[in-house]
């Protein structure tokens, strides 16, 4: 007996037959004896149809009337399903991002949230509803709709929960998440549990389950995430706080990322403030880096690498052009012919020997290294793209992802 | 220069072309300089769509979530206009019903207005803007979305233009209020102009152009309606206070209607309180009663008659049978085979003969009139269905309403 906050995707509501289903759902976890909130996505294509109308009369729409219009989406799904819920004889109410005080900050299509009336769905849960709400959206202090950005929904399910003191289930078409992704390496084994950390690294790196802004809610608020199937009614994968088990593991989950270009700076000046200097530049071109990898290569001078989306990759070489002779560089090459295979999990904070296991597998497989990088619980290697899909099997067998943590070898 | 209140019906902003001549229209007025908001409805058959994904999960949808999600449409139409009138250069802003602050009571799906901010929309105009408001929609006390039922866009757009102090516009696919139904009289004229009493007669006798509901709020605030064409840019037909010229004018318009049933409850007791007893019933049912004509028979004895929708005849007929004994009548008859032709013009308060001359022309032409009902402004006469359009063509020669006022012989 708790409060249930349950998100459904926009897959999960995309006709009435799943409509149906999910407000099924919903139901059978009140007649459990739990108090159920639902947030629910537009259903299936809307918002793409709703993103062509718009481009169609403006391509570059004032973005306040981009979330007035994307909004809708969402309302006619909560709508949707409180009827159906009512039709099943049970009570619901649906309500707005407005209507529950969701108020956020004025950035409008990547709002933040900044508080949420957790009281008025306390009072309509009392009142024996189920009460659905629609995600992606709040409202900022003027009344003005603001979105949350892509993943939103998650982000809203997660923040309700905090704000009602819930645990999170969201409803996906996966049943949970992989230790990699099963459509390259198909013994993937479904995790039981992950941390948060682990999860905002695997998210950040391209596993696309979950948006990483709901794991950073959920670990800052404490909030469970139970992601699992819509379509099964079987346990999927808790995200919590770190437990002393997780340390056990050595490596939770592998990833691939694909949609990398890589620009890399040769021999510029190594003085103090030219690395600022070059990312300064990048953010004025609007391109988003990940990863930086420096190394001095004299007294005097050091190249500077770093990764970028292929979409930004344009942006990305003409700003290193344009700040090349203020840094004094050398030249600059750029490759977007590689893929970033990388190893996470929290375990690593006290086992040695991660990196060594990784090298030396991607080794036997001759697989050649372009560059590494780590973080506390992450080792993460550029590899060719042509060679990048059997690198992650490479790494999966090593690190036996194929199989439950329990009847790993190396786990304590 | 003034405040000019603009409404788009569903019909005009259809699609992408019809959004930009609606957005051209308002940029346009705004610089012929004007102050200039627009109310807008769903676009085409948005709201049949969303009512049919409705009936598909609960063909008896709880009220309050129906209005949540049939006030979509309206949000959708008015972010697209004012990102295309931002893609015209102009500046622009939506607003839904909540955002201005239309409160209305909580009667989901007919709810009455009962303030509006008149302020707020007042200082996005003071910045230039042209404020496209979302019509057929407000909010209850509770936040709730309400809507303001069948022809609400008209009555969102008659209230605002009384809130702000303009007058209003109602763009439509026809280009005025004709005398009457061209499709019937096809020599039928545009009128220059009709009272708020005039219409509101016209519109409740099935002349569809208006709702009654936004008469009577222009009447009760002196808002000028201006009904034109969307599509040419013409003068159409305005709806102002009568003015003594209008008493000139036998007859303004004439109407047919089609969807109408008759019920005669023969032979009841003529005692104070059987005729509220039978109307009290019919209310219970649900059923709505239109004209009612009630004649003495003997002392004791009375035949009642009323028409109502056909729509509720059925109803209606359960309703008559069970109060039947109740009030001693003899037996119950129905026709569905009838319908209702009226004339109608404020000069009937000044000027007698009208009746007479309308029931010479049905006489002329064999038409027998199954009974009559008449107002102060108004004359209908009950005829057979097989009879009712060439009845309605005789009528309207019988009263010149194929040439302008200017032209006809009987005008002061």
């Known amino acids: 007996m708790g409060i249930i906050v349950q998100k459904f995707g926009g897959t999960s509501v995309a006709d009435a037959e799943k409509i149906r289903r999910a407000a099924q759902k919903a139901i059978d976890t009140q007649q459990q004896g739990n108090q159920v909130v639902v947030v629910a996505s537009a259903r299936g294509k809307q918002t793409d149809q709703l993103v062509a109308d718009a481009m169609e009369l403006n391509p570059n729409p004032p973005k306040r009337e981009m979330d007035q219009l994307l909004s809708t989406g969402e309302q006619q799904t909560v709508s949707l399903l409180a009827m159906t819920i009512d039709a099943m004889g049970h009570k619901a109410i649906s309500m ?79 049943d949970g998440i992989y230790t990699t992704d099963p459509r390259i390496f198909p013994q993937a084994v479904k995790l039981e549990q992950i941390s948060y950390d682990e999860m905002l690294e695997m998210a950040s790196l391209g596993a696309g389950v979950m948006h990483g802004r ?55 000046d190594n ?22 990898i420096q190394t001095e290569i004299s007294k005097e001078k050091a190249n500077l690498s770093f990764t970028v989306n292929k979409s930004d990759l344009d942006e990305a070489k003409k700003a290193a052009e344009a700040i090349k002779a203020d840094v004094n560089c050398e030249s600059v090459f750029c490759r977007d012919d590689i893929a970033e295979i990388s190893v996470i999990g929290v375990g690593m904070r006290t086992h040695c020997g991660v990196a060594e296991m990784m090298f030396s597998a991607l080794a036997k497989k001759k697989v050649n290294i372009d560059s590494i990088t780590t973080s506390e619980i992450r080792i993460s290697c550029i590899v060719d793209q042509n060679q990048a899909e059997s690198a992650l099997k490479t790494v999966c067998l090593a690190f036996e992802l194929d199989k439950p943590v329990e009847e790993r070898s190396y786990t304590e």
């Open 96 to 174: 707005t991002g407005g209507q529950i005080k969701m108020i956020t900050d004025s950035v409008h299509t990547k709002a933040r949230i900044k508080s949420i009336d957790g009281d008025l769905i306390k009072s309509h849960l009392d009142d024996g509803n189920i009460v659905i709400v629609a995600g992606f959206q709040g409202v900022d202090e003027n009344k003005n709709i603001t979105t949350l950005g892509r993943g939103g929904s998650d982000t809203s399910a997660v923040a309700l929960a905090a704000a009602i003191g819930g645990d999170c289930e969201i409803y996906t078409d996966v």
């Open 271 to 292: 003085h103090p403030g030219n690395a600022a200097k070059v990312f300064a530049h990048m953010a004025q071109a609007k391109v988003s880096v990940n990863d930086i």
């Open 214 to 268: 709901s794991i950073e809610f959920g670990k800052k608020y404490n909030v469970t995430i139970h992601v699992r199937s819509s379509g099964e009614n079987k346990t999927g994968t808790l995200i919590t706080h770190e437990v002393p088990k997780m340390e056990g593991i050595l490596v939770s989950g592998a990833t691939i990322e694909k949609n990398l270009a890589k620009i890399t700076m040769l021999g510029l």
